[in-house]
């Protein structure tokens, strides 16, 4: 069984490179295949085609191998799909549970709803959307929270993980009482606390919004213009889309949604999410949203609108990022999209599950450490 070492510093085993004399060897790097599967979705070509060096990548892709939950592994440059691999149980067509990147694409979801004139403010008030809530309200804080705080993750409901009580009345999936059932832990808008009800909550007010249920919204409005169809979308038990981690796609699709961030929300001449929206949403306004200390190596981890923040080695880099190690990375300053789809470990919060996802984070760390700036 690998260990979290499994995915060590990917310079350490460039012996190709001269720097270090220990690792694998030239020709077994040489001999790692992650030349893209056939398909007309993407247009593909080589890392060295497209100024990246092949040995960092086969690097990459050899570290890979070594862990146990990786299901897929994509590297797309300037807009080329120049590495591909599947593994474990990960196959091209798999539609992965995408856990919390799901929260992602909501946000994209409420950009476009705004653009359509269905939402008219981010600082349009939570309550405002559920009139049933509002008039049961004790907490008057409850009336000041924003479509902006919630999106920041700031609205001041608890980081359901923080308490069982909170985690199991998540996984009930009964939602719309836990507006009123649940305290508030700060005043809106003041601290950080990463709230899966926030984002499922954020989900219905969409749906509400635009008068149409938010797998047929997303489907209509964000997955069909980008040439992609979304899969299962888990429910709550009253039939709403989950926000904080419903959607399945393939590592393609998951790859295409983070180009369309990556261009300004821009595909194929079609503007799908409005540019200032992608600009807004990769803004940081929580800083040290979390700390692992040495413990990963993505650092100085922020929050934007549902996408996360972080650095590796010179690099800066948004992201979308699921339990078990789903991630959609954006390294704008590279044009460059890494996607990483695994076990989701549903259900399961453990050191376990943990230290599967904290491999693949430290593998994809890794090889963003080693690549140099352009």
């Known amino acids: 069984m690998p260990t979290i070492i499994s995915a060590i510093p990917i310079l350490s085993i460039l012996i190709s490179s001269g720097l270090v004399g220990c690792g694998p060897s030239g020709a077994r790097l040489a001999a790692v295949d992650y030349t893209p599967?056939?398909?007309d979705d993407w247009k593909v070509s080589t890392p060295a085609e497209q100024g990246l060096d092949p040995r960092l990548v086969a690097a990459l892709y050899d570290s890979a191998g070594e862990l146990e939950t990786l299901y897929g592994l994509l590297v797309i440059k300037n807009g080329y799909l120049v590495a591909e691999g599947y593994f474990n149980e990960g196959t091209v067509e798999q539609k992965a549970l995408l856990q919390s990147a799901s929260k992602s694409y909501v946000s994209a979801l409420v950009g476009i709803a705004l653009d359509q004139g269905c939402l008219s403010s981010v600082d349009q008030r939570m309550l405002d959307f559920f009139p049933e809530s509002a008039d049961q309200i004790a907490d008057p804080r409850k009336a000041q929270i924003t479509i902006r705080h919630m999106l920041q993750m700031r609205a001041g409901y608890p980081d359901e993980e923080t308490d069982s009580a909170y985690l199991d009345a998540l996984y009930w999936g009964e939602y719309l009482p836990l507006i009123i059932d649940f305290p508030l832990v700060s005043d809106p808008g003041?601290?950080?606390n990463y709230s899966n009800l926030t984002s499922n909550w954020l989900a219905m007010i969409v749906a509400r919004a635009c008068d149409m249920d938010l797998k047929s919204y997303a489907q209509k409005y964000l997955f069909s213009p980008m040439g992609a169809e979304v899969g299962d979308w888990l429910q709550d038990r009253d039939g709403h889309y989950i926000g904080s981690g419903g959607i399945h796609v393939t590592a393609r699709e998951a790859a295409r949604f983070g180009a369309l961030y990556l261009n300004d929300g821009e595909y194929e001449g079609n503007q799908i999410i409005p540019a200032d929206w992608v600009r807004d949403s990769l803004r940081t306004y929580s800083e040290n949203a979390r700390d692992?200390?040495?413990?990963?190596?993505?650092?100085?981890?922020?929050?934007g609108y549902q996408w996360w923040s972080a650095r590796a080695g010179d690099h800066h880099f948004n992201f979308a990022w699921g339990h078990g190690g789903q991630l959609i990375v954006l390294l704008d300053e590279l044009d460059m999209v890494i996607v990483t789809t695994a076990d989701p470990f549903f259900g399961q919060h453990d050191g376990q599950s943990w230290k599967h996802e904290k491999?693949?984070?430290?593998?994809?760390?890794?090889?963003?450490k080693s690549l140099p700036k352009e």
């Open 37 to 39: 599967l056939p398909g």
């Open 190 to 192: 003041t601290e950080f």
């Open 292 to 303: 692992y200390g040495m413990s990963v190596r993505f650092r100085d981890i922020g929050y």
């Open 359 to 368: 491999a693949i984070i430290n593998l994809v760390g890794d090889f963003i």
